[in-house]
T-cell receptor
Framework: GQNIDQPTEMTATEGAIVQINCTYQ??????LFWYQQHAGEAPTFLSY??LDGLEEKGRFSSFLSRSKGYSYLLLKELQMKDSASYLC??????????WGAGTKLIIKP | ETGVTQTPRHLVMGMTNKKSLKCEQH?????MYWYKQSAKKPLELMFV???????ENNSVPSRFSPECPNSSHLFLHLHTLQPEDSALYLC?????????????FGPGTRLTVL
């Protein structure tokens, strides 16, 4: 079967750095997405990786290793507004998105 | 504002009621999706429409009935639901239904079935 694993919940301190991991086992691979979802709001697109390596976008970076079936989302200089759930999703060989259950990130002052 | 709107934002219904969820996208996209999001579970894809034609139906019970009258509007008609159908129902759109297109989500309808 197809599976996406990510931690259920993480806690970090304002101003710090946090890394949210995502491992996947899918039938084929056509890209990996990270979305941010604040409570009661729409998931919003953060990043897309299809080749190995690091993609940087301001305070957020996303890394992909296809050989290891592994990605992480790195958030720097954490702000209180970064408290949200972070969803990892992989597009499989049929171009269907397989979703993880999300990681709830709690930022403390 | 992501360009995808959903109404109502909250809905409480009994098991014998009939209701409809509405989604509208203002992004000029050709593909639209319905997802179910339950607490601590992955997003479940329910239906996919591309150019107003249903291209995917992931074994969803017939008590959920989608309708796509044009590429900007998507409905989910609900009837004789069960309490386990209580969840957040998310609509999304993308330029096409394949490739590397990013999906853009609406804020969802929080559905409670009593």
């Amino acid at each position: 079967g197809q599976n996406i694993d990510q931690p259920t919940e993480m806690t970090a301190t304002e101003g710090a750095i946090v890394q949210i991991n995502c491992t996947y086992q899918t039938s084929g691979f056509n890209g990996l997405f990270w979305y941010q979802q604040h409570a009661g709001e729409a998931p919003t697109f953060l990043s897309y990786n299809v080749l190995d390596g690091l993609e940087e976008k301001g305070r957020f970076s996303s890394f992909l290793s296809r050989s290891k079936g592994y990605s992480y989302l790195l958030l720097k200089e954490l702000q209180m507004k970064d408290s949200a759930s972070y969803l990892c999703a992989v597009r499989d060989s049929n171009y269907q998105l397989i979703w993880g259950a999300g990681t709830k990130l709690i930022i403390k002052p | 504002e992501t360009g995808v709107t959903q109404t109502p934002r909250h809905l409480v219904m009994g098991m014998t009621n009939k209701k409809s969820l509405k989604c509208e996208q203002h992004l000029g996209h050709n593909a639209m999706y319905w997802y179910k999001q339950s607490a601590k579970k992955p997003l479940e894809l329910m239906f996919v429409y591309s150019l107003e034609e249903r291209v995917e139906n992931n074994s969803v019970p017939s008590r959920f009935s989608p309708e796509c009258p044009n590429s900007s509007h998507l409905f989910l008609h609900l009837h004789t639901l069960q309490p386990e159908d209580s969840a957040l129902y998310l609509c999304a759109s993308s330029p096409t239904s394949g490739g590397a297109d990013t999906q853009y989500f609406g804020p969802g309808t929080r559905l409670t079935v009593l």
